[in-house]
């Protein structure tokens, strides 16, 4: 028994769930959108771009992480996983083959200046969607330090944050 292999919590999730074989699928196509994303990412040959695309993919592998660890979030981060992963994945790859074929035109550098000028806000937007998927976290340890406050001002402490954040 104790050698026995058990199945992570995303696989315990999903067998709990009438619709843990469509949410499972859904996780299976993140993970590839995902690995499109860093792989267009790495092969953009202008610096900044590339950068801001890799930044873009390290905080979409943030955000599949935390939905591994915590697949009941994994409905509320539909839109994302279905949605934007896949579409920055076709448009980084659409950007690197342009970019490959060498092509000039007007047209073509007219796209790549549109990818660019997107590039940080889907960054800023990616980084809302993690934010948001944590919020009940962060409310929770913010209760928290909200109820240790009141105990230590009833037993005489006094707890006040000055503006550097220390106590």
Known sequence: LLLSPRRDRSARF?????????????????????KQVRLSAG??????????????????????DYLRKHPE??????RFLT?????????????????????GTSEVREFQRKVRAILPKLKTGFEAQLSQLMA?????????????E???????????ANQNGSV
């Open 14 to 34: 999903f067998a709990s769930r009438a619709d843990g074989a469509e949410l499972s699928a859904v996780m299976e196509q993140a993970a590839r959108d995902l």
């Open 43 to 64: 092969r953009i040959t202008d610096i900044k771009t590339r950068e801001t695309a890799e930044h873009l993919a390290d905080t979409s592998s943030r955000i599949y």
């Open 73 to 78: 979030k994994i409905p509320s981060a539909n």
């Open 83 to 103: 949605y934007y992963l896949d579409t920055v994945g076709r448009i980084l790859g659409q950007y690197v083959k342009f970019q490959e074929a060498g092509l």
């Open 136 to 148: 009940s976290e962060r409310f929770d340890a913010e209760a928290d330090m909200k109820v240790m």
């Open 150 to 160: 009141g105990l230590l001002n009833t037993e005489g402490f006094q707890w006040e």
